[in-house]
């Protein structure tokens, strides 16, 4: 099991930011739960807005649009896990997440591939995807997989079952990874059950963690709540990852943007947590400012790294585990 040093943790060495104090954490709490109960979220799903309203939040079916207390905020921040198992077919590629104990990952989503042979660029293919899980499979320090590229090669309306063969079958460690929606998931799950052993096996060491990503500014579309509802249902950890750009889909101002952030993070850890009470849940971001000039997102921007640094100490003061992105 691979249990890496923690940052921040009363050793000697290693570095540690905390770009809040702890009043000013307190303050982007307050913050978030005014905009969750008072301005609220679009859920486009009718599963899920049955499921908010059952939990005690107030839905509007017609606007789709809910708003949710701050009680249910916090009960469901206290009732996740503070850390998770993120198994690996090999027990000894096993990863503990949990406050302060960091860990690495690839990045996901490749749409473009150099051919490592004849150096040419194209679209990545299934076979691209296995052998990127290969290369991670290789690395030390990389401590699980994130599917890495898009295979363009199957059909698209199947392309994460595809995906989810090739790299399964091809690493060791554990892997998140998009499956798309709701229907799509079930059956991964199945898949990774066969792997795992059964489906009391799987959720017992779960050798896969979904990720889906909430539409900012405030929105939590279909496949995202078809996601959430599945993974809690199969007692799969699910990263609920904002990808917010400040000055584009959320505020210019960095703390406005971490409010909003904050807030599309927590309302799909209400609806897991409503699913069912004591899922496994990561607090997920890939929250950046947009480049105003060609208006896209400045990954390796100082904006990020900060971004990055805040949601860390925000997951910190939920006591949930984070998972941030970087460069």
């Known amino acids: 099991m691979r249990r890496n040093l923690q940052a921040g943790a009363g050793q000697s060495g290693g570095l540690k930011l905390d770009v809040f104090t702890s009043d000013e954490l307190e303050q982007v709490h307050l913050g978030t739960l005014e905009v969750l ?35 249910m905020v916090e009960e469901a921040a206290r009732s996740a896990p503070a850390s998770l198992l993120l198994a690996g077919r090999n027990p000894l590629k096993d990863f503990v997440m949990e406050a302060d104990r960091v860990g690495f990952t690839n990045f996901g989503e490749g749409v473009r591939i150099v051919d490592p042979y004849t150096g040419e660029l194209h679209e990545p293919t299934k076979q691209d995807v296995a052998d990127s899980a290969k290369v991670v499979d290789a690395l030390d320090d990389v401590d699980v997989y994130e599917r890495a590229l898009n295979a ?10 595809h995906q989810a063969e090739a790299w399964m079958t091809n690493t060791s460690k554990h892997g998140f990874m998009c499956p798309g929606n709701g229907r799509l998931a079930a059956k991964i799950v199945e898949m990774a059950a066969a792997v795992a052993g059964g489906v009391a096996e799987l959720r017992r060491r779960p ?21 959430i509802i599945a993974a809690a249902r199969a007692g799969l950890p699910v990263n609920v990852l904002s990808m917010a750009m400040a000055g584009g889909s959320s505020p210019v101002t960095l703390a406005g943007t971490l409010v909003t952030h904050n807030a599309e993070v927590l309302g799909g ?38 971004i990055g640094a805040a949601v860390a100490q925000m997951a910190r003061f939920y006591l949930l585990p984070s998972w941030v992105a970087g460069a």
Do not use: W
């Open 207 to 227: 050798i896969i963690s979904f990720v889906t990503c909430p539409v900012s500014p405030l929105k939590l579309v279909r496949e995202c709540c078809e996601i």
């Open 37 to 71: 109960q008072r301005t609220g979220l679009f859920v486009d799903g009718d599963e899920a807005l049955q499921i908010f309203a059952s939990g005690g939040a107030d839905v509007d079916h017609e606007r789709r649009l809910v708003k949710i207390p701050p009680y």
């Open 269 to 306: 850890i209400v609806l897991n947590q409503l699913v069912r009470r004591g899922s496994p849940v990561v607090y997920g971001s890939s929250t950046t400012a947009m480049d105003l000039r060609l208006a896209s997102a400045s990954v390796g921007s100082p904006e990020c790294g900060l």
């Open 152 to 161: 363009a090669d199957v059909p698209p309306q199947v392309t994460p079952l």
